[in-house]
């Protein structure tokens, strides 16, 4: 089984920053597109940030040139630097990944999800 486990949320003023990670862990034979996605209260979930097994990325116009998504292949892990947050950033934050465990096919995983709330 795989599990995704986000941390790094909290509360943080407008203009601040903020590092979520995703370390995802189990019996993992490959790890390929990892995302973000957020979800404010009322709204559907959106697509944040991609990132391909090989490092290239993708961002919603929404948060290009403020967030950096990256990964570290050898920890399994994601990153998501988040600088000039703004209120509208707020929502609960999920990563997701492609993941083909030890001996299975190709599935779609997701964390339980991290808080991020901007606010002075």
């Known amino acids: 089984q795989v599990q995704l486990v986000e941390s790094g949320g909290g509360l943080v003023q407008p203009g601040g920053s903020l590092r979520l990670s995703c370390a995802a862990s189990?019996?993992?034979?490959?790890?390929?597109?990892m995302r973000w996605h957020r979800q404010a209260p009322g709204k559907e979930r959106e697509l944040v940030a991609v990132?391909?097994?090989?490092?290239?990325?993708y961002y919603a116009d929404s948060v290009k040139g403020r967030f950096t998504i990256s990964r570290d292949n050898a920890k399994n892990t994601m990153y998501l630097q988040m600088n000039s947050l703004k209120p509208e950033d707020t929502a609960v934050y999920y990563c997701?990944?492609?993941?083909?465990?030890?001996?299975?096919?190709?599935?779609?995983?997701w964390g339980q999800g991290t808080q991020v709330t901007v606010s002075s």
């Open positions: 990132i391909m097994s090989g490092g290239n990325t």
């Open positions: 189990g019996s993992i034979r490959s790890m390929y597109v």
């Open positions: 997701n990944a492609d993941v083909t465990p030890l001996g299975e096919g190709l599935n779609s995983y």
